[in-house]
């Protein structure tokens, strides 16, 4: 982050200094009271469990030149106070000046799964030619992006930046602190569908990440099973200050940008990208249909930014998951796949269908816990789950175990155990699962473990590790 002067802050706010000058300067922005160090502003969030602004003392005391407050009572005896009426408001104002002070070509993700290796794969191919930021960790929220803007720097070519919404009207608010002029939309599912309605609601808002595209603003949308349709009816192009271009990309020869002949590797898969440009094959480490498609948008969007496609489809040969999102670990043979960081029903029987283009003839055990997020729709989005299952048995995709953790995924195992002979076993709780399966994994064994992250599988993981 380039340093900003105080009196910049307060009228990128409209706040009023409370105590303090305004003529130093801040390098540094930190909602977390921990990570106050010299020279920088904290924001103190009011959440549900805690007010942060009970931490002001404390950040002025290790050195933080300012803190906002939305409290006219507070007086510090070091640094500047700014006022502000609200401090996540003020955060996300910030956040947008600073942004404006810059500009780098922003690129947007959103989409129900996969934003995050959208956004890894993008990134790897773009970093070939431009220095480059992308989304760090989680920070992809109405608190998150609005983080991520202060971490671009002067020397910063592009930015990548995960925009991720699980209410109405967030998407305006994130596209005003970012102002992507190119975006993907990476699938339309039933994340957050308890909170958005429908997945027609979820296309609508989802696309008005499209706002402030100007003239020559693209947005690519996956175009597998229903989405071209979807989108076409769905995504306000209304909202659109200019133009805006759309292209569809995926598995299916109705897109622009397209993968066929797909094979699985010992070391990942294969598969040939079409494009205007030509026809090139390209190697992935990773496995998953999904992956490809990633891999497709990722060398569309660098065609788009003047990276060749054999540039690009070597950095995503290179290309390796990031913890929790794919990641093979490997115990005494037994391999286990750690996608344990979040989950929808989508992305479920995507990995699901990837368990088995795994290398070898070990045994497919799926370790799925809840999806959370789903509200009256639970039962039925679970039980599609065990239906998927089950078209994949009809085509030789044949489980051997399925293990259920939780209260809503027994559903699944509930669909499954009552239509076919896979064998399925339910537990409450992650814990009672633990033995159940240390006793029955054996060398050779592909276990794919999933779930919402609310449900912290990640923890199962390491256990059995």
């Known amino acids: 982050m380039k340093s900003i002067q105080i009196s910049d802050i307060v009228k990128a706010v409209s706040g009023i200094v409370l105590w303090g000058e305004d003529t130093a300067k801040i390098r540094q922005v930190v909602i977390d009271s921990r990570q106050a160090e010299e020279g920088c502003l904290f924001v103190p969030i009011i959440g549900e469990r805690v007010d942060a602004h009970r931490f002001i003392p404390d950040v002025l005391k290790a050195g933080a030149a300012c803190v906002f407050t939305s409290d006219k009572t507070i007086r510090g005896e070091r640094g500047t106070g700014i006022y502000v009426k609200d401090t996540l408001k003020a955060l996300q104002d910030f956040g947008a000046w600073y942004r404006s002070k810059f500009s780098i070509p922003v ?110 603003g693209t947005l690519f949308i996956c175009g597998n099973g229903d989405l071209q349709k979807l989108s076409t009816e769905n995504v306000p192009y209304d909202c659109c200050e200019g133009n805006c271009k759309t292209i569809f990309y ?29 026809t090139y094959p390209v190697e992935l480490s990773v496995m998953g249909i999904h992956n490809v498609c990633n891999a497709v948008v990722a060398l569309a969007i660098g065609l788009k930014y003047g990276v060749p496609v054999e540039t690009g489809k070597e950095a995503l040969k290179a290309y390796q998951p990031i913890a929790m999102r794919g990641v093979v670990k490997e115990v005494r043979g037994i391999h286990i796949i750690d996608d344990t960081y979040n989950a929808s029903p989508d992305s479920i029987t995507s990995n699901i269908h990837a368990l088995f283009a795994y290398p070898g003839e070990g045994r497919r055990i799926a370790v799925l816990a809840d999806v959370l997020e789903l509200g009256e729709q639970s039962e039925e989005l679970h039980r599609g789950i065990g239906e998927y299952i089950l078209k994949e048995k009809e085509e030789g995709r044949v489980l051997s175990l399925l293990v259920t953790v939780g209260q809503e995924s027994a559903h699944i195992s509930n669909f499954v155990k009552d239509n076919s002979d896979i064998q399925t076993i339910h537990f409450s709780e992650k814990e009672k699962a633990l033995p159940y399966l240390q006793e029955q994994a054996v060398a050779g064994d592909w276990i794919l473990v999933k779930g919402s992250r609310g449900m912290q599988m990640d923890k199962l993981v390491e256990q059995m590790i």
Do not use: W
């Open 250 to 278: 995926g598995t299916e020869m109705g897109c622009e940008y397209y993968a066929d002949d797909i094979h699985g590797t010992k070391d990942g898969q294969i598969f040939d990208f079409h494009s205007p440009e030509g």
């Open 107 to 216: 690129v947007g993700i959103t989409g129900s799964v996969g934003k995050t290796t959208t956004k890894e794969m993008i990134s790897a191919v773009l970093e070939t030619k431009y220095r480059t930021l992308k989304t760090i960790g989680n920070l992809n929220s109405q608190i998150g992006l609005s983080l991520m803007m202060f971490h671009i720097e002067e020397d910063t070519e592009m930015a990548v930046f995960e925009m991720g919404i699980s209410m109405p009207g967030e998407m305006e608010r994130l596209v005003d602190i970012a102002r992507p002029e190119t975006a993907v939309m990476t699938n339309i599912g039933v994340s957050h569908i308890g909170n958005l309605g429908s997945r027609e609601n979820i296309c609508r808002e989802k696309g008005k990440i499209l706002t402030h595209f100007g003239k020559e």
